[in-house]
T-cell receptor, first 114, second 116 residues
Framework: AQSVAQPEDQVNVAEGNPLTVKCTYSVSGNPYLFWYVQYPNRGLQFLLKYITGDNLVKGSYGFEAEFNKSQTSFHLKKPSALVSDSALYFCAVRDRDSNYQLIWGAGTKLIIKP | DTEVTQTPKHLVMGMTNKKSLKCEQHMGHRAMYWYKQKAKKPPELMFVYSYEKLSINESVPSRFSPECPNSSLLNLHLHALQPEDSALYLC???????????????FGPGTRLTVL
């Protein structure tokens, strides 16, 4: 069955340090992977997606994600964290076996400390 | 422009009330979605409209009734809700129907619903 795992409920990073938010997936076909961010009391904002091609995907607000097929991972990264990056991050995967719909990870709360 | 708008931002209703949530997009997208989200949880899919036809109903109770009057508008009619229905209701849209695997879903800001 299709699934997405975000193994960390919360990630704490000091401002200016690099950050990584982890995501692993399980799908039967080709994975189409997405990252979204949700600020408090707001809707979800699209950050980036992997469809095919280059394993390093660049997205909004300086975020990037690395697709690793052998490890079935799609970790979100940023070289230098900002306090304003503090938010809830969701990884999602979409494929035919999920009735073409997004399967969501549980979410990771990212806290950037000044 | 990737904007999806939702009204109202907040809604408080009693269990006997009838209310509606509204969603609008002008990106020419042909799939529209309703999600329910509880605090700090991922969104749960409720309904999907593809080319203005209901294509997915995720076994949602009949007290929630979706409507897609045209390709830009999506409504969610609410009647006889329960307190456990209190949540953030999110609307989303995507470009080419609900089977566009690579299409991005763009979300509105949501309606915060409280059922008393």
């Amino acid at each position: 069955a299709q699934s997405v795992a975000q193994p960390e409920d919360q990630v704490n990073v000091a401002e200016g340090n690099p950050l990584t938010v982890k995501c692993t997936y399980s799908v039967s076909g080709n994975p189409y992977l997405f990252w979204y961010v949700q600020y408090p009391n707001r809707g979800l904002q699209f950050l980036l997606k992997y469809i095919t091609g280059d394993n390093l995907v660049k997205g909004s607000y300086g975020f990037e994600a690395e697709f690793n097929k052998s490890q079935t991972s799609f970790h979100l990264k940023k070289p230098s964290a900002l306090v304003s990056d503090s938010a809830l991050y969701f990884c999602a995967v979409r494929d035919r076996d999920s009735n073409y719909q997004l399967i969501w990870g549980a979410g990771t709360k990212l806290i950037i400390k000044p | 422009d990737t904007e999806v708008t939702q009204t109202p931002k907040h809604l408080v209703m009693g269990m006997t009330n009838k209310k509606s949530l509204k969603c609008e997009q002008h990106m020419g997208h042909r799939a529209m979605y309703w999600y329910k989200q509880k605090a700090k949880k991922p969104p749960e899919l409720m309904f999907v409209y593809s080319y203005e036809k209901l294509s997915i109903n995720e076994s949602v109770p009949s007290r929630f009734s979706p409507e897609c009057p045209n390709s830009s508008l999506l409504n969610l009619h609410l009647h006889a809700l329960q307190p456990e229905d209190s949540a953030l209701y999110l609307c989303a849209s995507s470009r080419a129907g609900d089977r566009g695997l690579t299409d991005t879903q763009y979300f509105g800001p949501g309606t915060r619903l409280t059922v008393l």
